[in-house]
């Protein structure tokens, strides 16, 4: 019997094609890439000093690497550095650079993921020439991390973007690092990018967020020693700058340029030139911090529609607050305390100052050539000037409480402004005027100042319903004209209840001027009107006047305790007033009686 092949060449033919066609099929899929995972899991570290192109994934670990030329991790290859001391080893400023592109992957970390533990970081920093700063640039598309390590000297003053670490990769952690001794720390130009915990410091800016950052959280940071700590640049937006310390920082704390819905919060900001500093940024929050010994605290030019509220800032050599240029911000519920400026407001429209407690500033809230601006319920005290409205128009002070101010409300040159409500207690003037006009003042608890109200070179203001109680002089008009003072109560004046000087054409409706020394001196004035006023209880007399012809029509006058009525070189003009149980009533008055 014949021995039978094993192997027909029919048969030996078919599996020549197949491992043929199999052969294709590899050399196609090798040739678009698709064994690279499979390869660069098998490579070694060997990193090539004069030059480092990574297309593979490798992990380096343990070791010192020093090089002459640039690393560059390209599309599809990966780099892992653990407790490794990179040296990047240029002669000259921006000759070399680390460059982790689109698709590529880099992270820099420690060995056992431990912030405490220092010895294990890698490091990353430039050669034996100092000057000669490297530049370290992460694509947009790549990942990147970085962790409990350490990067200093990086960055070249060619462009912007080449100033510092450049993250433009989405999604990017930067976690428990120092960075120090670069012109930029770090320029955040990525989406979700998370700066957490590191230390930052002796760099020209510390953060630097720029046109592409969004979505990002710069939190727990020590940032100090910088010229500028956090800079949010422009068209940057949605950055949360939250529980960092920022302090000691040349120029500013903060600053935002052109950059709007922030969030900076519970940040302790501290002997920086600036606290915080925002041009032309708008819908930005700033609640929550504390600001203390910086030369200013918050500064807002050009911004809109923002938040200051809940900071505690104290300490500040000029500003507290300053706003100029600025529109519908609200400034509310912040303390305020030993600053030259309590709340400066500039060239500003449309804001809200309310719920503020300030103690121990030269100018508690400054309206200066503002407009329709809301200054509510705030409560200052033990400051020099309280609250100063000069060129401004149709602002509203509501509600506020002042004591023991050297000054109280002041407005200089203002027009059309509401002052309702307010308690102003323990200084030299509870409100005054100086050439300001058609300003409503009503409703005010006037207590224990030198002057109640006084209005001096100002016109056709109305003064309706305010209690004037224990002043040395309840109401003065100097100088003044045309004004209304009406419906109020006027009491207890060590001095004079009502004192006018050399004013005209005032009307005095309704009030009752009771238990002052005088209840009202006339001097130098002519063609007032006082009419039904009720006048009685005063120690001395209830009307001096003083070389006045002013007219008194349907007043009551009574219990004063020496004259009702004295006239000295005056002729007033008396109608059917009540004059009556006065020690004396009238004397030296035709058609008194």
């Known amino acids: 019997m014949a021995k039978r092949k094993l192997f027909s060449p029919e048969l030996l033919a078919a599996y020549a094609v197949v491992i043929w066609l199999i052969l294709i099929i590899i050399a196609v899929l090798y040739y678009f890439g698709a064994f690279e995972s499979i390869i660069a899991t098998q490579q070694p570290c060997i990193p090539e000093r004069e030059g480092w192109s990574i297309t593979y994934k490798t992990v380096c670990e343990n070791m010192t690497i020093v090089m002459n030329g640039n690393l560059v991790v390209r599309r599809g290859g990966s780099l892992t550095l653990r407790n490794v001391t990179l040296i990047m080893n240029g002669s ?38 100092e000057s000669a700063n490297f530049i370290f640039f992460v694509y947009r598309d790549a990942k990147f991390e970085m962790k409990n390590s350490q990067l200093s000297h990086v960055g070249s003053r060619i462009y912007e973007t080449t100033k510092g670490l450049h993250i433009g990769a989405d999604n990017a952690i930067i976690s428990g ?78 600053v935002l340029y052109n950059s709007s819905d922030n969030s900076i919060m519970e940040n302790l900001n501290f002997k ?28 807002l030019s050009n911004c809109n529609s923002s938040i200051i509220k809940n900071n505690n800032i104290t300490a500040q050599s000029t500003s507290c607050v300053s706003v ?75 509600r506020n409480t002042l004591v023991g101010n050297t000054n109280g409300m002041g407005l200089m040159n203002s027009t059309s402004n509401t002052i309702d409500s307010n308690s102003v207690s323990k200084s030299s003037y509870g409100v005054w005027l100086y050439s300001s006009h058609l300003n409503s003042i009503s409703k005010n608890q006037l207590t224990e100042n030198a002057q109640g109200v006084w209005l001096h070179f100002s016109y056709r203001n109305n003064a309706s319903e305010n209690l004037m109680d224990l ?70 007399d209830g009307i001096d006047f003083e070389s006045s012809s002013d007219i008194l029509r349907d007043n009551t006058i009574r219990g004063n305790f020496q004259y009702g009525v004295y006239c000295y070189n005056s002729k007033p003009v008396f109608l059917g007033n009540l004059i009556t149980g006065n020690g004396n009533n009238c004397d030296g008055c035709a058609g008194c009686g």
């Open 471 to 540: 002043n040395n002089i309840g109401l003065v008009l100097s100088s003044s004209l045309n004004n209304l003072v009406s419906s109020s109560i006027i009491q207890n004046s060590t001095q004079y209840g009502f004192d006018m000087y050399n004013s005209s054409s005032n009307k005095l409706y309704n009030n009752e001027v009771m238990n002052s020394n005088v209840g009202v001196r006339a001097s130098l004035s002519s063609s007032n009107e006082f009419e039904k006023n009720n006048i009685e209880g005063s120690k001395s």
């Open 92 to 129: 000259k400023d921006g000759e070399l650079s680390i460059e982790v592109q689109p698709e590529a992957e880099m992270r820099v970390l420690d060995l056992d993921g431990r912030y405490e533990t220092a010895a294990d970081r890698s490091v990353i920093k430039n050669g034996d020439n």
């Open 272 to 299: 920086n030139g600036r606290g915080m500093y925002g041009n032309y940024s708008n819908f930005n929050t700033i609640q929550l911090n504390s600001f203390s010994e910086n030369n200013e605290g918050i500064i």
């Open 324 to 398: 100029t240029s600025s529109s519908n911000n609200t400034i509310d519920s912040n303390i305020l305390d030993n600053c030259f400026h309590g709340v400066l407001l500039q060239k500003s429209d449309s804001n809200r100052i309310t719920n503020n407690k300030i103690k121990d500033v030269k100018n508690g809230i400054s309206v200066l050539s503002s407009n329709i601006n809301e200054l509510a319920q705030n409560d200052i005290r033990d400051c020099l000037q309280s609250i100063l409205l000069q060129n401004s128009e149709r602002n509203s002070i509501q």
């Open 177 to 254: 690092n120092i960075i120090t001794n670069s012109l930029y720390g770090l320029i955040v130009n990525g989406r979700n990018v998370a700066v957490v915990n590191n230390t930052i410091s002796n760099n020209v800016y510390g953060i630097y967020a720029g046109e592409l950052a969004s979505n990002s959280r710069i939190e727990r940071n020590s940032i100090m020693d910088n010229h500028i700590g956090v800079y949010l640049g422009k068209e940057s937006t949605k950055i949360e700058v939250v529980k960092n310390t920022i302090a000691e920082n040349y120029e500013s704390g903060v």
